[in-house]
């Protein structure tokens, strides 16, 4: 049996990129679910996803740091790709995570 060292910094992000990407996938699980828009998320997917407050999000869409459409109904709906552009402005790397760059 072969045994690995690793880093409990390293491990860390390990675990942290896996429970974003698990995160994502019950956002998108429940979005097929509810047939919703498939390329929009609501405020508290966003805030679930990008693991911050409901407070910070309004920040940013007040501060222009992401894109948001407002729909018939008056709510808000983030288009997944300016998800995923902030977090790439913001070094958030979806695909490799903190310990990838």
Not at 15 to 43: F, G, P, Q
Request: proline share 1%.
């Amino acid at each position: 049996m072969e045994v690995l060292l690793i880093e409990k910094e390293t491990l860390d992000c390990i675990l942290d990129e896996h429970e974003l990407l698990c995160n994502m996938v019950i956002v998108l699980a429940n979005r097929l679910r509810r047939k919703e828009t498939a390329d929009m998320m609501t405020s508290a997917e966003v805030c679930d996803f990008l693991h911050i407050g409901s407070t910070t999000l309004q920040s940013l869409r007040n501060g222009g740091k992401i894109g948001y459409v407002r729909i018939d109904d008056g709510s808000i709906r983030y288009p997944v790709t300016e998800v995923i552009r902030y977090m790439e402005r913001n070094g958030i790397n979806y695909n490799r995570g903190a310990y990838g760059e």
